[in-house]
């Protein structure tokens, strides 16, 4: 079936797989062209604010504060339509993207916007037992399951023998850095005041990576930075190590050791989403399509990758992170690209304005690199900077509000946002299902 809702008045069709920062970036920068409509399709009905989730995940932020309608975003253009679907398979020589339930869409020019999905580099029993953190649903589905151990061992104390306050995080990446930071001041300042029979002080904290640094990235200075602020917080880092299997009940890992967790977080690492494997083109690094410098794709004319789905050279002609500000820059220069070929005018080449990185370690403490210098700045300061680009970068008003409202209580209160368990399939747990983990019950504890 082909899209009942063409435009007739309109001279061109674009088609956007993807609403997260480079779709959301294109359609807005398309919408102010009244010759163009645009299909802009997404599974979720909503734009998920991916730096925030772990935020989510550790009960600060509601999941409204990080997600947003599309159909809102663009309820004024009427040139714009968005749709909900999952597109299972495109054909890059006709522009036509079919949905999995057979439902196609054709344009003069398709953008492939849809971001990545976590990558367990074949870890056995990772995709099964870990909880990643790359979509809402991920969030939402981890703090069910913290909330869910917490609950348990309120009225049973025993449990913490099998394990049952052991997290472990997978990857010392700003994902797992900002959800262990976040999970220590979780830990240390709302479960206190809110749970009275339970014995927080038997929690454990283990993050983990191959690497022997976190936030590789930064400086050594920023590394060591780090090291101590989630030292502080009492959170065990065990670098040079990683995790080679993950049960229901327990994580071996790479030095051999066990521990029994009935949490395991994955910030291990990402990849290309699937829809990068399903559109019959090379895959680079990564499993992305490898984008030209006008991010058309080589072979492929009116076919453009911006944002985690592509390949994006920088300047040294290394790959560009997968970075919100990549995405959302790459997506409008597709779109003024597309503009240009509808125009007869030659594409420009893509040129990234880096802004800086940084990362949120918890309470008061953060890292920023900001400027052209990328002049380092730690803590207090860095937390504020975090917060005013983070608030900057979100979709609409009501979340920036409503987001800064939280963040705000967070730093002056004792009590955390909504500790809401909804996930009752996430907090469910078989205590006798892993053999694995009734063996080493007790032992990764007093290990540890
Ligand atoms: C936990 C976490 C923390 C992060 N923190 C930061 C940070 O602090 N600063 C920063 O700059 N960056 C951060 N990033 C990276 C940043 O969020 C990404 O680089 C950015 O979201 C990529 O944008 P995108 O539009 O390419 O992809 P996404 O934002 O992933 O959007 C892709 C969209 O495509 C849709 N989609 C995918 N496949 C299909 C399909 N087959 N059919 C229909 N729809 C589909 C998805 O539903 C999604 O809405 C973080 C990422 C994560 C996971």
Redesign the pocket.
Known sequence: MSDKREAPDRAHRVVI?????????CAQRLAENDDVSVTL????N?????????QVATSLLGGSDIAHSLRAVFAGQDNIDVKL????AVDTATKTVR??DGDEWTADALVL?????PNFFDTPGASENAFP???LDNATNLRSRILGLLEQVDRDPTLVQRGALNFVIVGGG??GV??AGALADMLAVTVPAEYHDLDVGAARIQLLDYGDALLKPFSDTAHAYVAKVLTERKVQLRLGTGVKEVGPGHARLSDGAGIATRCVIW?GG?KA???AA?CGLAQGHGGRVDAQPDLTIAGSPGVYA?????NIAGPDGKPL????????Q??KTAADNILAEFGGKPRKPFAYHDKG????IGRRAAIAEVGKDHHEIHGQLAHIA?LGV?AS?MTGTRDKIEATIDWSWDRFSKTGGPHVLDRGEAAEINWDDDPAATALSGASSAAS
């Not at 679907?85 to 299972?88: L, M």
């Open positions: 797989v993807g609403g997260g920062f480079a779709g959301l970036g399709i997404d599974r979720n909503y734009h998920q604010f991916q730096p925030l989730l772990y679907a999952e597109i299972s949905s999995s916007a849809a971001g990545s999905q953190l790359y979509s700003p994902t900002e959800v910030g990402i989403a699937p829809l399903n911006v944002g985690d789905v592509a992170p997968q970075l919100g500000s990549v995405a959302l790459s997506g990185i940084m990362a949120m975090w983070h970068l």
